[in-house]
């Protein structure tokens, strides 16, 4: 290759060689491992509940046969809430890995860099100011995450965006809003402040057909959007000196990415709240997997799905007789995996 870096991974072109990739075989047989097992992990939260369901109901159920009350349990109660849980951990899983190929830090993801408190704190507007409904909270979400996304751009940029000084600005941003949001909810009534504050932890409990609908609609454009825009992402990984070598406009690539980067955990944070850890572990752990040293956006949103789904299903049953939302399960797990990743990186820097 003209940049003289090794990409391991046969290559693949198509239409008329217009298209054309890598694709390694182990990273091809991780996503599909991944892949069965969230549609087998989805397949059992359809069938266990308070009202368990045999498999094999489920798949009647599914197909629009067996008992009406059968039908209406998996196909309108709990169908919705696996398919929510699978495309919004997909989409913070691809969001993850496009910020942290970006900055190039393990530690760069929607929630430490402030888009995701951006989207809840439009969330949080809507509901306090304007009692407004699960639309107009989504909406709130997607412009919130927007203005913030773009306020983080413009004040860490210095003859180009460099990865640090997007991370510190993002940090000190969520600060902000983070106490934006408090004095929000503090001010609200109480009956509001409380509606927004379940809004707030994050929870796939109230997923509806419609709610999953948006949301697929969204990442049925954005998904593979960000898939498309990968090479870019790659040449960005060589450097920005490397990239223009090789005709990349590279900060007109690094903003496209981080707009539709920012797009998917807007659309995730409005279909649930901001549901902390996944965008964060699920690149990390798709990598380990797959041992690439690329940006692995398709494996980390197979991980993320695998990632979200397991948590609600685990949510649900932690404590008997409670649903919990499935954010607080996400965030405790995620300050334990940020307080190891924290330790192992302080512990190579020692070394």
Sequence with gaps: MKSGVAVPGKAVRLFGDRVSARVSV????????????????????????????????????????????????????????????????????????????LTGNALASPD?????????????????????????????????????????????????????????MGIGITSILVSVNSYLLARAEVETAANAQRWLIGSLNGATWSDTAVLAVLLAALLPTAALMGGRLRLLGLGDEQARGLGLAV??????????????????????????????????????????????????????ALLLVAADFAAQRVIPGVQLPVGILTGVIGGLYLVALLTAQWRAGRG
């Excluded at 009647?60 to 196909?75: K, Q, T």
């Excluded at 888009?115 to 949080?124: C, K, R, W």
């Excluded at 549901?275 to 993320?304: D, K, N, Y």
């Design 112 to 168: 430490v860099i402030g888009f995701t408190t951006g989207a809840a704190t439009g969330g949080i507007l809507v509901i306090v100011l304007l009692a407004g409904d699960s639309a107009q909270v989504a909406a709130g979400a997607l412009a919130g995450g927007g203005l913030v996304s773009t306020a983080v751009y413009v004040m860490s940029f210095k003859r180009g965006v460099q990865g640090y000084r997007l991370i510190l």
């Design 251 to 304: 900060e007109r690539s690094r903003l496209g990415l981080m707009l539709v980067a920012v797009a998917m955990t807007a659309a995730a944070t409005a279909a649930a709240g901001p549901i902390a850890f996944v965008a964060l572990a699920a690149p990390q752990l798709a990598r380990r997997l797959t041992r690439a040293s690329g940006e692995g956006m398709v494996s980390s949103a197979f991980m993320g």
């Design 26 to 101: 182990r990273t091809i047989t991780v996503c599909a491992l991944l892949a069965c097992a969230a549609a087998a992990l989805g397949a059992l939260a359809l069938a266990v509940g308070d009202y368990p369901i045999p498999l094999a109901d489920v798949l009647a159920a599914l197909a629009g046969e067996g008992p009406g009350g059968d039908r209406f349990i998996v196909a309108d109660l709990r169908l919705p809430r696996v398919l929510c849980a699978l495309l919004i951990g997909a989409g913070l899983g691809a969001a993850g890995a496009i910020f942290q190929s």
